[in-house]
């Protein structure tokens, strides 16, 4: 006889199966979460970027010289 799960059984399972991920490796949740925002940070750079007038390489590497 083939094991079957109802939609309910199986929504449980997983939602366990989750919560069970974010309790025991919270590092993979943490690296996740900032590989995500340093994604949404380099799009919107693009963006801007794209947006705005070209300067040398000079000049950018002048900027980053005075940050130091």
């Known amino acids: ?3 079957t ?3 309910v059984k ?10 069970e ?3 025991e490796r919270r590092d993979l949740v943490s ?4 590989d995500a925002v340093e994604d949404l940070g380099m799009a ?3 963006v801007e ?8 390489r000079d000049e950018v590497f002048r900027i980053l010289r005075k940050r130091r």
């Open 31 to 34: 690296e996740a979460l900032a």
């Open 10 to 19: 199986l929504k449980k399972l997983l939602k366990t199966a989750v919560v």
């Open 5 to 7: 799960l109802d939609e």
């Open 49 to 56: 970027g794209a947006r705005s007038e070209p300067v040398s």
């Open 1 to 3: 006889m083939p094991y």
């Open 21 to 23: 991920v974010l309790e």
């Open 44 to 46: 919107r750079a693009i």
